[in-house]
């Protein structure tokens, strides 16, 4: 395997080059079709290289369309049989039991509300790089987010991958990025949802993608079953990688239980690749290149701390560039400390430390003697992205749910919010997310959102003497629906816990249909964009949607985060119920009848565990991937989220975590007696997260030892998908469908 060293020129196109080229000494004449391919533009238009659009020129000979991701569709993109054959008895019962979910939901119901959340898709832009002649930007298509360059008032298609993901059930492209050079761009592809990724180099101009095989004999494409099973298994690539020069890229593998990481390079015309570190703990890797493109960095972290580790690239003969990892951390481990930005400029070391919500900025020139340049701790304060510019450190923070801009100017030593004045149309529930960031321009682009209020588009420029703008430059392509719902936040129980309350504006709440949504981990937060999850399509069927910030979040902090991990995990369960017996039942915004509870992965154990203390609670609950067996998975390190997930739940092998997490842990506290309410179970075949076994024997628990189950009194559904992975599928039919299933579900038991 070699990178494309020249470009696709058809032998029409190279004629017209050829006409072209005015030097016609002896040196030009021998070398034209070298001299063509090295420099295109200098001989062929722009639309001669894209192709001209549809019937054009550029890249239309059968070299030029050489796909190899096509060779992938017959053995993986339906990911069956062959994978599964000592599962096919289970296999088969999952299948009776999606066809009886869908019969019991009704087909028309379904289609109905899918055709629903497909009618309120948005479309919209996100731009990935830009140039004095050109901008990279995504665009969304039929099904996904198709890749374009615009030039010149034209547009061409980079990557169309409604078209490449046509041959399969699963289609997920991370990574996108150009080598040094530009001369090609690469990307990786998950086929079947199980974060295996693919590495894939495709020619600029043309259709020529070609697959560069990082995986080794033993390291392949493999099922969840396998993954489980098999010895002989050893590495998984994710999509976490990075390019150090034109022909080597950087990249992180898991272990094949996807708990610890290694760190490669990888020289693609050799196909050589070296080992950069190891990580001998149950703790994951990512890299970044530091400003100045001396240094990478490598980050090890659990789900609570880093250790931060220095590459030093260094460059060979010929422009080829080694990496050497510093054997020692430069930031060691401690408990609730982590480094969001660590960064090289100009032989200085910028650091911003987290120290249980304590930030510290701070540099250094030897990772010895650190000078502090400012700290802050300030309840509910979370720092999103840095970002260098100008001799000016730009903060994206969040303060409880809203999201504001900082500027640190290090000429002054000034540290100052810039971003008052509408950047948030809702108070206290904003997100801005940065589309691009522009070194050569001084811009930073980007989005504002709620969760009903579409996004806008912003650009933050700083000129050389460190002046900035911030400037509305347009909208996200947002539908304007905005205007008809209401939101707003609410605080309870001594402001420890947070919600946010979505619905159609003349909706009364009192006594009205409800659907609230919990989480409750890993310090994780629910970030306010628009539409999140489709909850709108909630809204319009005329729901109350009530998303909850509890002990385990960090909305409001590190100190709730901290209530609701380890010992103390069982706060998060006392929060959700205090919302809704203190709230929302108290303050006779809904009842039981109309109440439907919701959770996801670490949510559904929220929700298992909820229902487990207080069966009759509501009248509906809704797991997804939930993570409902954290006693028996976490005994073992051969699991996914088992020893990483000591430091969130505790260990079960030792006391007192083992009697705590076995006191709350769903699938062993089971009430047989309980009035529990209608549930819909739904996972996936391919999670290499939450395995789709933890749902399947949870279902098959509570129909077994629960009464108004095992009567068929109450209804309880079990969906396990059997193409698709943790994030369910790719494509937004199969998205829209899945949300058509809850949706239904939930509609089917509460009415007016």
Known sequence: MVLFRKHCITKKLYDKAKRRILNKTRRYKNGNLKLVNREPTKFLTLDELYGGGEGGEGGRDGKCQANEIIKYAKKLGKNRTSLHVGYRKRLIELKQLRQECVRHLGKTMIHKLQRKIAGLKRGHKELIDIDTNHYVYKELGKQYENYKIGHFCKQYDVLNVDKLSQYFDYFDIKGFAYNPSSTVFSFCVDFIGNRNYHFFVKDVYSNRIKHVPLHRKNESFISIHQTMSRNDITKQMSENYMWIDDETILYVAHNKYYNSSTCYTYHIPSDNRKLVYESKDHRELNIHMTHGEFYGVLVSSSYHSDEVFVMDLLEQEGGQKTVECIEKPVLKDKAFVTYPYVDHIYATWYILRDDAGEYTFMKTMDFRSFEILFKKKTRGFYVQDVYYMNELFVFFVRVKSESRLFLFDMCKGVFRRVDKGGKCEIQNSCH????????????????????????????????????????????????????????????????????????????????????????????????????????????????????????????????????????????????????????????????????????????????????????????????????????????????????????????????????????????QNVVSGGNYPHMFIYSNLNDTLVPYTEPYFYYHTLKKEVGVFRENEKDLCLHIEDKFGHSQGSALKDKHYQFAMIFAFIQKHIRN
Not at 452 to 463: A, C, G, R, V, Y
Not at 528 to 536: G, H
Not at 601 to 621: T, Y
């Open 432 to 667: 801005f997310e940065v589309m691009n960031v522009i070194p050569e321009q001084n811009k930073i682009y980007f989005h504002s959102s709620s969760f009903t209020k579409p996004n806008t588009l912003f650009m933050l420029e700083i000129d050389k003497e460190r002046n900035h703008v911030v400037e509305r430059v347009g909208d996200g392509g947002g539908s304007g629906r905005g205007d008809r719902y209401v939101e707003k936040v609410v605080y309870l129980k001594q402001k420890s816990i947070q919600v946010t309350l979505l619905y159609k504006k003349g909706l009364k709440l009192r006594n009205c249909k409800c659907v609230l949504y919990g989480y409750g981990a890993y310090g994780d937060h629910y970030d306010s964009i628009f539409n999140a999850s489709n909850l709108l399509t909630l809204c319009d069927m005329g729901f109350l949607v009530v998303i909850s910030q509890v002990s385990g979040d960090r909305t409001l902090g590190f100190d709730q985060r901290k209530r609701g991990m380890l010992l103390q995990k069982k706060n998060t369960f006392h929060d959700f119920i205090y919302i809704i017996e203190e709230y929302l039942y108290k303050d006779k915004i809904t009842s039981r009848d109309k109440l439907a509870i919701w959770g996801r992965s670490a949510g559904g154990l929220l929700i298992g565990a909820v229902l487990n203390m207080r069966p009759d609670i509501c009248k509906v609950a809704i797991l997804g991937v939930p993570f409902v067996s954290p006693f028996l998975v976490m005994k073992s390190s051969k699991n996914p989220l088992a020893f990483e997930s000591h430091s969130e739940w505790g260990n079960p092998l030792k006391q007192p975590n083992a009697d705590y997490i076995l006191s709350y842990s769903p699938i």
